[in-house]
């Protein structure tokens, strides 16, 4: 099974809809968890943490949940400018150091 | 601050050769990562190193892969000898150890095409 695991997509949804992905991960010991962007040959780039209490920046909204080991996404009011691949990232604490797993992500297109 | 620079941004090789990556981390930063990512398996860890230090480099594919960090402001990751498998891109990111944990720095990439 693989550490981090998040449907491929593609979600295709029109602007202006909301869209949620879901992120699972199975090491139960996992300190902190994280949302990226990557666009079309580029490189990812930090989106938003995921707190335990939930939180929202702007459009976006992540949560967490522990006890079933998933995360959330939700976007509000789709625009074209979202259209990328999310990643999910967990934080695994390895004897002590930081160790960043990446899920495969999962591909939004948004059209007019 | 310039950010994470990866050279070469492209490569295209013959299968049998030797290729070798470069990364320069951000200055300061503890933690320098080396992922590969190709559609079928998306961003994989490969190996990750703390103030130059090897940590953890169990996603390393096989002995034909290896990497170092000679001092705290480069490193190369090898391959030798290269096989059409092999072909992705390859990011390597550095992370400060302490103050916002997992906002990761990703260099803009290698991609390697083997023949």
């Known amino acids: 099974r693989k550490e981090v695991e998040q449907d491929p997509g593609p979600f295709n949804v029109p602007e202006g809809a909301t869209v949620a992905f879901n992120c699972t991960y199975s090491n139960s010991a996992s300190q902190s968890f994280f949302w990226y962007r990557q666009d079309c040959r580029k490189e990812p780039k930090l989106l938003m943490s995921?707190?335990?209490s939930g939180n929202e920046d702007g459009r976006f909204t992540a949560q967490l949940n522990r006890a079933s080991q998933y995360i959330s996404l939700l976007i509000r009011d789709s625009k074209l400018s979202d259209s990328a691949t999310y990643l999910c990232?967990?934080?695994?604490?390895?004897?002590?150091?930081?160790?960043?797993?990446f899920g495969t992500g999962t591909r939004l297109l948004v059209s007019p | 601050d310039a950010g994470v620079i990866q050279s070469p941004r492209h490569e295209v090789t013959e299968m049998g050769q030797e290729v070798t990556l470069r990364c320069k981390p951000i200055?300061?930063?503890?933690?320098l990562f080396w992922y590969r990512q190709t559609m079928m398996r998306g961003l994989e860890l490969l190996i990750y190193?703390?103030?130059?230090?090897?940590?953890?480099d169990s996603g390393m594919p096989e002995d034909r892969f290896s990497a170092k960090m000679p001092n705290a402001s480069f490193s190369t990751l090898k391959i030798q000898p290269s096989e059409p498998r092999d072909s992705a891109v390859y990011f390597c990111?550095?992370?400060?150890?302490?103050?916002?944990?997992?906002?990761?720095?990703f260099g803009e990439g290698s991609r390697l095409t083997v023949l």
């Open positions: 990111a550095s992370l400060p150890g302490q103050g916002r944990s997992g906002e990761l720095f």
């Open positions: 200055s300061g930063h503890d933690y």
């Open positions: 190193f703390n103030n130059n230090v090897p940590i953890d």
């Open positions: 990232v967990v934080n695994v604490m390895n004897t002590g150091f930081q160790k960043l797993v």
């Open positions: 995921v707190y335990s």
